[in-house]
Nanobody, 124 residues
Framework: QVHLEESGGGTVQAGDSLTLSCVGT????????MAWFRQPAGKEREFVSS????????WYANPVKGRATISRDNVKNTVSLKMDNLKPEDTAVYYC?????????????????WGQGTQVSVSS
């Protein structure tokens, strides 16, 4: 079992960059496939990016492709999401999520563990 906690959210202007961090508390962090999701106000939670157990494989949703970089450190038990050239439509609560299986990487229901979320607000 892993407890996840996000940090790094805030209010920024369009074009700025922001790095979100998620720390996992619990054993064997390297056994968890990790991802970032986001939920704009009044909308459903959506996939942003995911990273495989060793960090060798990464996936990005089309709206953030080319602007986002996901990474992980299995020694420090962290996963990070760096977002560049932020846009107002990136405004959302961002969640860190983890699961054992690699199936259903884009599916919120496939993830067993979630952080509490961190708000990112981008002003134009």
């Amino acid at each position: 079992q892993v407890h996840l906690e996000e940090s790094g959210g805030g209010t920024v202007q369009a074009g700025d960059s922001l790095t979100l961090s998620c720390v996992g508390t619990g054993p064997n962090f390297e056994n968890y496939y990790m991802a970032w999701f986001r939920q704009p106000a009044g909308k459903e939670r959506e996939f942003v990016s995911s990273i495989s157990w060793s960090g060798s494989n990464k996936w990005y949703a089309n709206p953030v492709k080319g602007r986002a970089t996901i990474s992980r450190d299995n020694v420090k038990n962290t996963v990070s999401l760096k977002m560049d050239n932020l846009k107002p439509e990136d405004t959302a609560v961002y969640y860190c999520a983890g699961k054992i299986s690699g199936r259903g990487a884009y599916d919120t229901t496939a993830y067993d563990y979630w952080g509490q979320g961190t708000q990112v607000s981008v002003s134009s």
